[in-house]
C-alpha cells in the first residue's frame, strides 16, 4: 500500500514563506516524476511545479523565481519552498507522484493560506 504524507501547509501573510514536504512509502518503486498540484475553490487542478529524476523541473509561469522543487531520491521526498506569497497561491496543495509505470499516486491534500 502506497502512501504519501503531506505537511508544511497553514497560513501565513502575503510575503512570506512556506516548505511543503511529501514522503512517499510503501511499494512505490522506479519514481518517475514528483511534484506538487494545487486546487483553489471554483477552478481547476492545476500543475505547480515538477522535478523528474534527471533534476529537470516545470513551473507555472506564476510561481517562477518564487517557488522551488526539490527533491530526495534516497528518501522518496519532494520539497515545495514557496516564497513571497501571495493572496492568489491559496489553495489545496496536493503531492503527485508518476511511476515509470502505473497510475499516479496523489497525497492527501495540504492548505495553504495566504493573507494580504
Known amino acids: 500500500q502506497v502512501q504519501l504524507v503531506e505537511s508544511g501547509g497553514g497560513l501565513v501573510q502575503a510575503g512570506g514563506s512556506l516548505r511543503l514536504s511529501c514522503a512517499a512509502s510503501?511499494?512505490?518503486?522506479?519514481?518517475?516524476?514528483m511534484g506538487w498540484y494545487r486546487q483553489a475553490p471554483g477552478k481547476q487542478r492545476e500543475l505547480v511545479a515538477q522535478?523528474?529524476?534527471?533534476?529537470?523541473?516545470t513551473y507555472r509561469d506564476s510561481v517562477k523565481g518564487r517557488f522551488t522543487v526539490s527533491r530526495d531520491n534516497a528518501k522518496n521526498t519532494v520539497y515545495l519552498q514557496m516564497n513571497s506569497l501571495k493572496p492568489e497561491d491559496t489553495a489545496v496543495y496536493y503531492c503527485?507522484?508518476?511511476?515509470?509505470?502505473?497510475?499516479?499516486?496523489w497525497g492527501q491534500g495540504t492548505q495553504v493560506t495566504v493573507s494580504s
Open positions: 503527485n507522484v508518476v511511476p515509470s509505470y502505473g497510475p499516479a499516486y
Open positions: 510503501g511499494s512505490i518503486f522506479s519514481i518517475n516524476i
Open positions: 522535478i523528474r529524476t534527471s533534476g529537470a523541473t
